[in-house]
């Protein structure tokens, strides 16, 4: 019994190991037919993990043609609210006339104007003034007739238009012999002067980039504008075809904008870009510029008697004054009579009769905040005729420049404490320096504008026998000429 319990029979063994065999075959099979799913398994996740990445590199495809897109409109967008800001122009100062160029108020006139024989003319044509005898103009009458400066210039040969017609076109010209010399001697005066009166002078640049043009409140794309454009290929190159300068925000070419710069219709745009992206410190400022440089003007819808000899040309020369203040208005405002008082002085000097204008609101440029215009009288017009013009920008200019000033501004700040009502203590406080930056202020005048100077300068003081006389304070730049005579001896 012993021996039955302990070994077991022969037969039951070798059922039991038939049954353990057949476990041990389904294992094998069980094991075969797992190991089999899970490289199924495998392969199915792998082609999963496949087809998801080609789905998102499709997804990424197709977001970064969206995002492409959103940014292509969103610079557009972009540019065109630019397009419509820019046209928004600066605050009108409090005192500024409102309304069209007649509501100009007439600030002072001074000298008596030269008249010709028997002729009556208004005080103070265009502008809503009355007096003076009926708005009859008061004056000097000359005893013989007074030309005007086209005529006194052909006896004197002082210009040459007709040349610079065929070499250039209308509107350009010629000066020679004394004129040339009249041209060096009022930008050396006006020089002088200004750097007499604590101007630095500067030589400007007669090309800007349109950008610089656009942020001093000029339009230079406009179909109206009066700039010119520097291109540095031929019209009609096929050079200038693959351009992206040449191409205007609106997709119209211009070939003749390839080099994207400009020619400047005045020096003020050159002295204001001379500070732009720069920060500058307030112990700096005021800056006070005299820029001397060529202005080119368009002058494109100009007719009739406005553009007869060298009262409105396409190119002269001119004397421009610059200055950079504080953001106080009442500051920029001080500086603005200092630069009109500083015309006055120049043109008290040259002997001429003037007047000075406060313009009104219509009259004003973009830029302008509030802009005075000095006229002189031209006897051989008959007529006022502007010489020059002075403006206060404020900061106009400078946020479209970025032209910056580091202030350090006071802080006060309440320390005191809670205290009760027995506590007969007053408040104490502390000062803080806090370093800010602030845009300037901006603000030009012409100092000389060489041609209608010259037009001034001819009809006021011509002589009965066909001669100018100079003024005295530009005979030490003329070579020792005082008078400008007939170069026959006659007068015609």
Not at 25 to 37: C, K
């Amino acid at each position: 019994m012993k021996a039955l319990f302990s070994g077991g029979s022969p037969k039951g063994n070798q059922k039991k190991n038939s049954i353990n065999k057949d476990k041990a075959a389904a294992t094998a099979v069980a094991g075969s037919e797992t190991e089999a799913e899970t490289t199924e398994t495998k392969e199915l996740t792998r082609e999963a993990k496949e087809a998801r990445r080609q789905e998102l590199v499709e997804r990424g495809r197709v977001l970064k043609d969206e995002i492409h897109l959103q940014e292509a409109e969103l610079t557009m967008l972009e540019n065109q609210l630019y397009e419509q800001a820019i046209l928004i122009p600066n605050n009108t100062h409090p005192t500024t006339p409102i309304g069209p160029e007649s509501a100009a108020q007439l600030i002072r006139v001074h000298g008596l104007p030269r008249l010709n024989q028997d002729v009556k003319a208004h005080a103070h044509p265009g502008l809503e003034i009355g007096g003076e005898e009926g708005g009859v103009l008061l004056g000097n009458e000359s005893d013989y007739p007074l030309l005007d400066h086209v005529t006194l210039a052909k006896q004197l040969d002082l210009f040459d238009f007709e040349s610079a017609t065929a070499v250039t076109g209308a509107r350009w010209y010629y000066l020679k012999n004394e004129a040339a010399l009249l041209e060096l001697a009022l930008i050396q005066f006006a020089t002088q002067r200004a750097v007499q009166a604590g101007f630095m002078p500067v030589i400007t640049p007669d090309v800007v980039r349109p950008e610089v043009v656009q942020a001093c409140g000029f339009q230079p794309r406009d179909e109206a504008s009066q700039t010119y454009w520097v291109s540095t290929v031929p019209p009609g190159s096929n050079k200038a075809v693959a351009a992206p300068a040449a191409i205007a925000s609106d997709g119209t070419f211009h070939p003749h904008q390839h080099a994207a710069l400009c020619l400047v219709a005045t020096a003020e745009i050159a002295l204001a870009g001379m500070n732009m992206n720069k920060v500058l410190e307030e112990s700096q400022l005021p800056i006070k510029m005299a820029g001397f440089g060529r202005a080119f003007r368009a002058e494109a819808g100009s007719r009739g008697a406005e553009v007869k000899g060298l009262y409105r040309v396409h190119q002269f020369s001119k004397v421009e004054l610059f200055a950079l203040t504080r953001s106080d208005p009442g500051e920029s405002d001080r500086m603005l009579e200092e630069i009109r008082k500083f015309q006055e002085n120049i043109f008290d000097e040259l002997g001429l009769c003037y007047r000075v204008l406060d313009m009104p609101s219509e009259e004003l440029g973009a830029s302008a905040y509030k802009k005075y215009d000095i006229e002189a009288w031209m006897p051989g017009r008959n007529s006022w005729g502007e010489i020059s013009s002075t403006s206060n920008c404020t900061d106009y200019q400078s946020r479209r420049l970025n032209i910056r000033y580091r202030a350090n501004r006071i802080i006060q700040r309440d320390t005191s404490a809670l205290s009760s009502s027995t506590d007969n203590s007053s408040p104490s406080s502390s000062s803080n320096s806090h370093t800010i930056t602030e845009f300037a202020h901006t603000l030009n005048g012409t100092a000389m504008a060489i041609p209608r100077i010259i037009v001034a300068l001819l009809e006021t003081f011509q002589q009965q026998d066909g001669s100018v006389k100079l003024p005295e304070c530009l005979w030490p730049y003329m070579a020792g000429v005082t008078v400008i005579r007939p170069k026959d001896g006659t007068r015609s």
